[in-house]
């Protein structure tokens, strides 16, 4: 599989670029932190990049692509997570984290009352961690809700 390797390094190497002129675009005001909304993004694509230039240049020999089952809940987990993107903004942080990580937690093995209770967790501990630690103007909740 050292062509799959390097075609998927590859192309993970084109969406880091992506990303990162996508970041330009973000308009910062005068006042802002100096460091920026940018930083953050900028700081994903350049691991992707060194992720992928590593897979290109040290491909697995025998790597194992998953089928059957395992691709079924790999695509379950990329529902999730586009739905989670999509909720996030009409729903507030909290609510959409707390499901999708709920399921997500409940598909690598967790019982299903665990998963939901490290889902609730999520939400609101990285929501407080969001908001009280890292001052980020968070909304919680849906419009309407309070938070």
Same mark, same amino acid.
Do not use: C
């Given at each position: 599989?050292i062509r799959?390797?390097? &075609?998927?390094?590859?192309?993970?190497? /084109? &969406?880091? %670029?992506?990303?990162?002129l996508? =970041? *330009?675009g #973000?308009?910062t005001? *005068? !006042?802002s932190?100096?460091?920026?909304?940018?930083? *953050?993004p900028?700081?994903? =694509?350049?691991v992707? &990049?060194?992720?992928?230039? /590593?897979?290109i240049?040290?491909?697995?020999?025998?790597?194992e692509?998953?089928?059957?089952?395992?691709l =079924?809940? $790999?695509?379950?987990?990329? /529902?999730? $997570?586009?739905?989670?993107?999509?909720?996030?903004?009409?729903?507030g *942080? #909290? #609510?959409?984290? =707390? @499901?999708a990580?709920? @399921?997500l937690?409940?598909?690598?093995?967790?019982?299903? $009352?665990?998963?939901? #209770?490290?889902?609730?967790? $999520?939400?609101?501990?990285?929501?407080? !961690?969001?908001?009280?630690? %890292?001052?980020?103007? %968070?909304?919680?909740?849906?419009?309407?809700?309070?938070?």
């Amino acid at each position: 599989m050292i062509r799959g390797d390097r &075609i998927f390094g590859a192309v993970m190497i /084109v &969406i880091a %670029l992506g990303y990162i002129l996508s =970041a *330009f675009g #973000i308009q910062t005001s *005068f !006042m802002s932190d100096p460091v920026g909304p940018r930083l *953050f993004p900028y700081m994903i =694509a350049t691991v992707m &990049i060194v992720s992928s230039l /590593v897979m290109i240049l040290r491909p697995d020999p025998e790597a194992e692509w998953p089928t059957g089952p395992m691709l =079924a809940q $790999l695509g379950i987990a990329l /529902v999730v $997570l586009i739905a989670y993107a999509y909720a996030i903004s009409p729903l507030g *942080f #909290i #609510i959409p984290t =707390a @499901i999708a990580s709920g @399921i997500l937690s409940w598909q690598i093995g967790g019982k299903p $009352l665990r998963a939901a #209770i490290t889902g609730v967790g $999520l939400g609101i501990g990285l929501w407080v !961690m969001f908001r009280l630690v %890292l001052g980020l103007s %968070l909304r919680g909740l849906p419009v309407g809700w309070g938070m």
